[in-house]
């Protein structure tokens, strides 16, 4: 392999080759590594690791950059637990809504943010709660053509292939630990609402319940990191380098050249593509606009143009699921026995629960979540809107409802970048517009009239059948962690007035040659459901995009 030459940036050779925002930018660089590649692929999240790998598979040399260390158990994790030596905290399913009470897991979250994600190997594939929403077909409605549900639908078909989901985790063909099910379905029986199996009717997401699917495959935490990185480790031309945190892509005009990083002990380096490579931007919705902020892309406030940057929307459009946590208390005797496992109980389980884990089976190879509803609202407008509700229980006698506003909801936040390299909300993306919050409304209201119904088993936890809406709001409310739209995909180049486009339809970074963004940033409005399984299938779409770029320069 040819030796490149040191690198020395310790003096800018032109305004735009210099770093743009102080705090993250170098001025220190010293070494370049030897290789090349033809890919260079900055975060190893659902996103990163489907890209990479299928780039891996053309025979491409491709680099997968992750600043975290190893998770899974597979990947070399050592966040085991006390009665299996052989599981970390990631695999398991049933630790998926505990992680954040295993200090064992302090690690894996992201410093630099405005909210919560997984800055280790897998991203929040590994960190998450394992919802798998498939998207529904109108889910690309807002994307351009191209990427309507036809054009993705073949890339979806490659994800469920390799990575499905499940309704029914645990290998006995059982349900464990369903008292927030059966409180729920009895709540919901006199309205008419249908169970479905989500898998097989994604689009059925008005006045529907199922038992959720989760990203389980033989009893433990599926996605990414099993289903698709151990393919691209099995060939010679692919390499995952962990504790590795790029700084932002080396560029001279439209030209990327490479990446400059920083290792576990502070020190940085130039890594160089090859003739023709490319640089992809996968570090997620909140971390990727910092990327494109320290290459010298995004709005002039960000930039603080007198660096000379390229004016670009970046962090204008970034949205989110708002969640609001609403407790109901059983009122039921004939329900109030139905008990549920404490957190307690998942961290220190039970010799059976963990014979039955050994077999792929029992309580702790399910996700958190026991029953998942979605309703469509029609505001007064016409306008609609969706809500997810993730149901569970933390307390005896009471079932906790995450009710979600979701697809529809036009609130629109814009992401910044502190001197310090942090991302920071400029404007939050939550419940900004009258019609967002007269949508979440009237769910409340639909809910404290089902709690006051003549068969109602439930009642609001906080006032009883005297709750009004205002109560219900009066929980406040927290992020649901889908962050998308950072960075969206469009025709609508952002350049230009109007536009809004950060990158075109190939994923590509309007005026680049070589930089792409494929994560949630590209998403260009919030899906039904939750955000993995959506990004996945984007980062399926985009690889078909650019690999084609690739046969298009050989014809
Ligand atoms: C707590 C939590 C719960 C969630 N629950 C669900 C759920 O149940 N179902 C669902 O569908 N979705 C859920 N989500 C959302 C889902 O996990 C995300 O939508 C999805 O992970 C986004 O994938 P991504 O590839 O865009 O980015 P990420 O998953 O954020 O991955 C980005 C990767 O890039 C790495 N990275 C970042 N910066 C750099 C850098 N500078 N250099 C190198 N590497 C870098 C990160 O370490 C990370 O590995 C949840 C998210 C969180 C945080
Ligand atoms: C970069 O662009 C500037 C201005 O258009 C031009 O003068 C310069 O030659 C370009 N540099 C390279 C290396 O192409
Ligand atoms: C709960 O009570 C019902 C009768 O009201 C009974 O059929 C059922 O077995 C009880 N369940 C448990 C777990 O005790
Ligand atoms: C519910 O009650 C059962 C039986 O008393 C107990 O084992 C369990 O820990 C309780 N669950 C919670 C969430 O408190
Ligand atoms: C640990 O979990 C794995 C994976 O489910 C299982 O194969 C193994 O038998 C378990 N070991 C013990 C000691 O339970
Ligand atoms: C970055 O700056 C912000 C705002 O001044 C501060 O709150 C935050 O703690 C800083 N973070 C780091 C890692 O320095
Ligand atoms: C709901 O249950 C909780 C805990 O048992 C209790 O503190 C609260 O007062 C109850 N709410 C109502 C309205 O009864
Ligand atoms: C095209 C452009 O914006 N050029 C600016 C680059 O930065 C210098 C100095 O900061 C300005 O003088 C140029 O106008």
Redesign the pocket.
């Known amino acids: 392999m040819p030796r490149i030459p040191m690198l020395l940036l310790s003096s800018c050779l032109s305004t735009l080759q210099c770093p743009v925002v102080s705090g993250q930018a170098t001025n220190g660089a010293t070494a370049s590594s030897e290789a090349l590649y033809d890919y260079i692929v900055a975060g190893a999240g659902p996103a990163g690791i489907v890209v990479a790998q299928r780039f891996a598979e053309t025979g491409a040399s491709v680099l997968l950059l992750e600043r975290g260390g190893p998770s899974t158990f597979a990947t070399g994790g050592t966040e085991t637990v006390p009665w299996n030596d052989t599981v970390t905290i990631y695999d398991i399913p049933a630790y998926s809504h505990q992680l954040n009470l295993i200090p064992a897991a302090d690690g894996a979250w992201c410093s630099d943010i405005p909210g919560l994600a997984g800055c280790i190997l897998g991203g929040g594939s590994v960190v998450n709660g394992l919802q798998w929403v498939k998207p529904a077909t109108w889910d690309f409605d807002d994307f351009p053509a191209g990427w309507k549900w036809d054009d993705v639908a073949p890339a979806e078909a490659r994800l469920y292939e390799r990575n499905p989901g499940t309704s029914l985790p645990s290998a006995d063909g059982r349900y464990y630990d369903q008292a927030a099910y059966q409180v729920l379905t009895k709540q919901l029986a006199p309205y008419g609402w249908r169970e479905v199996d989500t898998l097989v009717e994604p689009d059925a997401k008005d006045m529907t319940y199922f038992h959720p699917a989760d990203n389980v495959l033989g009893g433990l935490r599926a996605g990414p990191v099993r289903t698709y990185l151990p393919l691209a480790e099995a060939k010679e031309n692919f390499k995952l380098q962990l504790n590795t945190k790029v700084i932002r892509a080396v560029r001279t005009n439209a030209t990327i050249t490479g990446v400059e990083v920083e290792d576990a002990s502070g020190s940085r380096q130039i890594i160089r593509l090859a003739q023709g490579g490319k640089v992809i931007l996968s570090a997620g919705a909140m971390s990727t606009p910092r990327l494109l902020f320290n290459s010298g892309i995004g709005t002039t406030e960000q930039l603080r143009m007198s660096r000379n940057g390229s004016i670009s929307p970046v962090g204008k459009n970034i949205q989110d699921h708002p969640m609001f946590r609403l407790v109901w208390n059983v009122t039921d005797?004939?329900?109030?026995?139905?008990?549920s496992l404490s957190t307690a109980q998942y961290l220190n389980p039970s010799a059976e629960d963990v014979a039955l884990f050994a077999q792929g089976s029992g309580p702790l190879t399910q996700g958190n979540i026991r029953l998942n509803l979605w309703q469509k609202i029609t505001n007064q407008d016409g306008g609609i809107r969706f809500i997810e509700a993730m149901n569970f229980v933390r307390a005896n006698g009471t079932v906790l409802m995450g009710a979600t506003l979701t697809r529809g909801a036009d609130s629109r936040g814009e992401l910044g970048i502190r001197p310090n390299g942090t991302t920071y909300f400029v404007r939050d993306p939550w419940l900004q517009t009258a019609g967002d919050r007269e949508a979440v409304s009237t769910f409340f209201q639909l809910m404290l009239d089902y709690a006051r119904g003549p068969e109602s088993v439930l009642e609001y936890s906080r006032g009883g059948h005297g709750a009004t809406v205002e109560d219900l709001w009066a929980g406040g409310f927290d992020s649901a962690r889908h962050f998308v739209g950072s960075a969206r995909l469009g025709t609508d180049d952002g350049r230009k007035a109007g536009g809004s486009a950060v990158v075109d339809v190939d994923a590509r970074v309007y005026g680049t040659e070589n930089l792409f963004v494929v994560d949630a940033s590209v998403i260009p409005s919030l899906p039904t459901g939750n955000s993995m399984a959506i990004t996945m299938v984007v980062a399926e779409r985009a690889a078909e995009s650019i690999l084609a770029l690739r046969e298009k320069k050989k014809e």
């Open positions: 005797p004939a329900l109030s026995n139905l008990t």
